[in-house]
């Protein structure tokens, strides 16, 4: 609630305490620190001013996939969501790689399609039979595991979804990637991203079948996600936003997240309202 950002407004507080957990939202956190920033001595705010416009550090060689979490959802905000999907699953780092995965991914659907064949004339057979000579075991249960292709543990499409959704598609979904965009999103993407962002963690020991989302700015606004602990602004959409765009994707994560920015330049931006240009001026 807003009561935990009383704290903030005792500077005597805020220097005994170290930090205080503030439980507000960015911006009224901003407002909040800033008498106390302004009453901070010359010294203080000078070694503060040098820490904070130090050299950002660079990604490692992996590069965003190097920040992908280990623990739970990260999210990824660029201009070209289903590009940068794609990019992450590996579709141009190694063609020989996807080719094989959408032959795997083709014999998979290939498999389950023929197996729905099989069970609708074994159906068939059954109701041929008299009523006092039932088949054995249970047809609907059959015919339910079936109908289903499996991408990854824990993750399945419908046959009709695996046939009608390109193979790309499927290798990246059995990545444990999906993707949001404003329009053109194919239906089981859109519906196993929108079940990646409703999963509910039971513990941090095991990645949820979809753990990597990228949106464009249609998915900027909207609320946390108690799955994702990782939020990642990409520098083609990030040097668009506004100050309220940034305060609003930083909103997406939860308490004890962590964000990651391209650069210290665009963060303090995204976090303050102020740009570089701006300092620069004043």
Do not use: N
């Not at 210290?264 to 931006?269: D, E, F, K, Q, S």
């Amino acid at each position: 609630g807003r009561g935990g950002g009383k704290a903030w407004d005792d500077p005597e507080r805020v220097a005994s305490d170290g930090w205080v957990v503030a439980g507000q939202d960015v911006r009224a956190l901003r407002e909040a620190l800033e008498p106390v920033l302004a009453g901070l001595s010359e010294e203080r705010f000078c070694a503060l001013k040098d820490a904070w416009s130090e050299d950002s550090r660079h990604l490692e060689p992996a590069g965003l996939r190097g920040v992908i979490s280990s623990t739970g959802v990260t999210m990824l905000a660029t201009q070209d969501s289903r590009r940068l999907a794609l990019e992450l699953a590996g579709k141009w780092r190694d063609p020989e790689a996807w080719s094989e995965a959408v032959r795997e991914v083709r014999a998979k659907t290939s498999a389950a399609a023929a197996a729905v064949k099989q069970q609708a004339k074994d159906s068939r057979r059954t109701q041929k039979r008299s009523e006092d000579d039932p088949a054995p075991g249970d047809a609907a249960a059959a015919a339910a595991g079936a109908s289903v292709v499996t991408l990854r543990t824990g993750l399945w499409v419908t046959v009709e979804e695996a046939s009608e959704t390109e193979d790309d598609m499927l290798v990246m979904l059995s990545k444990g990637i999906a993707y949001a965009t404003a329009e053109g999103t194919e239906p089981v993407v859109k519906r196993l991203y929108q079940q990646a962002l409703l999963y509910i963690p039971e513990s941090k020991v095991q990645l949820p079948p979809i753990h990597v989302l990228t949106v464009d700015y249609s998915s900027i606004y909207g609320t946390d996600c108690a799955a994702v602990d990782t939020i990642v602004m990409c520098e083609d959409l990030g040097r668009l936003l506004s100050w309220e765009d940034h305060q609003q994707f930083l909103g997406r994560l939860r308490r004890d997240g962590t964000a990651i920015y391209p650069s210290l330049a665009l963060l303090r931006y995204a976090t303050t309202g102020v740009r570089d240009d701006d300092a620069d001026d004043a």
